[in-house]
C-alpha cells in the first residue's frame, strides 16, 4: 500500500492570496479565464492555462527568482474548505496535501473510477514537462480514520473564492503508510499524466495530492441530474416528486423510473435518447423542462462513496458525470516541484 510523504512546498509570498487562487483548469471557461489574468500578473491561471506551455514555464522561473514564489520546508499541509453546498447545506471539508508516489493502476496502489481522454492528458504532460511543477492536486480518498487533524493554532493560509473559503496548516511529520488503496475522486488527467511523466523521468517517483479520509463528516458526493431533449419509453410509477432511485420529471409529472440496475447514472444513460446536459441542482433541471428548453429531466440520488469504491475496486469505470465532488481544490496555494 501506499506511502506518503511530506514535500517542500512552493508558495506565495507578498501578494494578496484572493487574487492569485482560482478553480483547477478543467473548470474554468474562457472568460473567467481572462477575468482571472486580468486580476492578477501573478495568478495562477497564467501557469495552469497558458498561452503556451514555454510561457509558463518562464513565468514560474521569473516568480522564484524574484521572490513571488518560496520554498517552504517539507511539510504536509492541513487543508478545511469550508461550503454551501447544491442543497444549502454548510459543510467543512478537510485533508491533507502530501507527496504521493506514482505507479500505474496495475499495481493496486492507486484506483480510479472514470476513464480519460488523450487531448487534455497530452497538454497536461506538455506543460508538466515545461514547468516541472505539479501545479495542481489530485483529489484522493482513502478508507481509514483522517491520519492527522486540523492543527489548534491559526491557519497559515487563508483565503476565500467562488463561495469557498480555505485555509491551510504546515504539519510537521514523517512517512506515512497508508494502509488501504487510495481511489481517486478528481483528477484522473492529473494522475495519469503524472504516471507518463515519471515513464519519461524515472526520479520523478511522487506527485502533489490531497487526501480526504472517506469517514470525514465534511466529504459529499453530490448528483448530477441529466436534461434531455427526448427520451423514450419509460416504465415507472408516479410520484409526488424526486426520491430514491431515478426520477423522471416531464410534462409538469414525476415518475419514480423502474429498474433492475441499481446504479442511477447507469440507467439514464440507456434511458436517454438525444441532447444530455447536465447540473448539479434539481430546480434548475425542473426549470429547464418548464420553459421547453429540454424535453425531460432525470433527477438522480447521490453515488456513495461506497459505489466509487466497488467500481474501482471491480476494475470498473463509471459514466460520465456520476460523481460531483464539491467543492473543486482551490488552485494556487501550493505548488509541487517534481
Known sequence: MPTVRPFRALRYVGVPLGDVVA?????????????????????????????????????????????????????????????????????????????????????????????????????????????????????????????????????????????????????????????????????????????????????????????????????????THRIVESVGDVSGEPVDGPGQGVTLYRDGSYTRVQTDDDFGPRVVEALAAAGVSYTAYADQAIAAVDRGEAGAAFLLEPVTVEQVARFAHAGETMPQKSTFFYPKLTSGLLFHPV
Open 23 to 223: 478553480p483547477p483548469y478543467d473548470v474554468i471557461s474562457d472568460d473567467a479565464r481572462l477575468e482571472y489574468l486580468a486580476r492578477s500578473p501573478y495568478n495562477v491561471v497564467h501557469l495552469t492555462l497558458p498561452d503556451s506551455e514555454d510561457q509558463a514555464a518562464a513565468a514560474l522561473q521569473a516568480w522564484r527568482r524574484d521572490g513571488v514564489l518560496v520554498e517552504s520546508p517539507p511539510a504536509y499541509w492541513w487543508v478545511a474548505q469550508d461550503f454551501t453546498g447544491p442543497d444549502g447545506v454548510t459543510r467543512t471539508r478537510e485533508g491533507f496535501a502530501a507527496s504521493v508516489p506514482v505507479s500505474p493502476y496495475e499495481s493496486g496502489e492507486v484506483l480510479p473510477h472514470e476513464r480519460t481522454h488523450a487531448g487534455p492528458k497530452e497538454g497536461r504532460l506538455r506543460l508538466l514537462r515545461a514547468t516541472k511543477t505539479q501545479l495542481e492536486p489530485i483529489f484522493l480518498l482513502y478508507d481509514a480514520e483522517p491520519v492527522f487533524s486540523r492543527p489548534e493554532d491559526g491557519p497559515e493560509l487563508d483565503v476565500e473564492d467562488g463561495g469557498v473559503r480555505t485555509r491551510v496548516w504546515p504539519i510537521q511529520a514523517g512517512e506515512v503508510a497508508i494502509d488501504t488503496p487510495l481511489l481517486i475522486a478528481d483528477g484522473h488527467h492529473r494522475y495519469e499524466t503524472a504516471v507518463a511523466y515519471r515513464a519519461e523521468h524515472p526520479e520523478a517517483t511522487h506527485t502533489f495530492a490531497i487526501l480526504v479520509s472517506s469517514r470525514a463528516p465534511g466529504l459529499e458526493i453530490f448528483p
